[in-house]
């Protein structure tokens, strides 16, 4: 995913250029890379903060960085649901280590899996990237869901091709 709009370049520029942020590449989130997942959110909750009037330099940074933490695709599956719960401070956490983050972008990043963890959006911009957030990520859940239910039914299919010419 490329974006051409330049103000936005800008703004996200110094998080994008850092290696360990470069790092989200080659983690899988949601059926594609963290990183992708990331820019989507970031860049869709900036052009709505910016039709809205919000602080839309603290939305594309925050947004940005809402899943920026380092574990990766070798966890097991149960590590992968649990950290559903936590990764919010994770996230928190690897940003204060890696870059100035002002406080909307701090609850930006902590609040966006309210209700499950129970940190609440203080924010308009925490609810716009909260909101942005479950739209962006249940529209990729369902595309890698079809993907996989897709693929099962071919494999099924073959199967049953196999068993009837037997």
């Known amino acids: 995913m490329y974006i051409k709009e330049k103000e936005y370049r800008g703004i996200v520029k110094e998080i994008l250029r850092n290696t360990t942020f470069k790092q989200m590449y080659n983690i899988e989130h949601h ?14 909750s900036y052009r709505i903060a910016k039709k809205l009037r919000m602080d839309y330099v ?4 925050g947004a940005l960085l809402h899943d920026f ?14 950290d559903t719960f ?3 401070k994770k996230a928190l956490e690897t ?20 209700p499950i963890y129970p940190v609440l959006p203080k924010y308009k911009e925490s609810v716009l990237v ?8 249940a ?9 996989k239910c ?9 199967l049953l091709l196999i068993v009837i010419s037997n």
């Open 31 to 44: 059926g594609i890379s963290r990183w992708e997942h990331l820019l989507k959110i970031s860049y869709h």
């Open 130 to 137: 909260n909101i942005v957030d479950k739209v962006i990520g």
């Open 95 to 114: 940003s204060n280590n890696f870059f100035s983050i002002n406080e909307i972008e701090k609850n930006i990043i902590v609040s966006h899996m309210f």
């Open 86 to 88: 936590v990764h919010p």
């Open 150 to 158: 897709k693929y099962r039914f071919n494999y099924l299919f073959v």
């Open 69 to 82: 933490y380092l574990d990766g695709d070798e966890r097991c599956a149960k590590r992968k649901f649990l």
């Open 139 to 147: 529209c990729e859940m369902l595309r890698e869901y079809r993907y």
């Open 58 to 61: 603290s939305v594309a940074r």
